[in-house]
């Protein structure tokens, strides 16, 4: 008898043990992986709604323009120095803004 009330009172306290690492497992994913992507996904949409024109701007494809124009959702970039290099694009293309400086 002594027996089975050991193992009865050890299950339970295995099952506290089970419960116990899968908290840590959820709270170690959180911390480790959703928690720095929500970080940089208001990084960018910072970075996005701060956008004026004459920004310099990276574009997910690697190339360097200059914003012509800002609308809602789209934003217009001039390429190199030609008037002619004018393409509207998506904000989420943008990478990385530079602002001017003043001088």
Known sequence: MLLAAKAAGGLGGNMWMIILYVVVIVGA???????????????????LSNIEVGDSVLTSSGFYGMIIDVQDDTVIVEFGGNKNCRIPMQKQAIVDVEKPTEE
Do not use: G, V
């Open 29 to 47: 994913m959180y911390f480790l992986l959703i928690r720095p992507q929500k970080k940089n996904e208001k990084k960018q949409k910072d970075l």
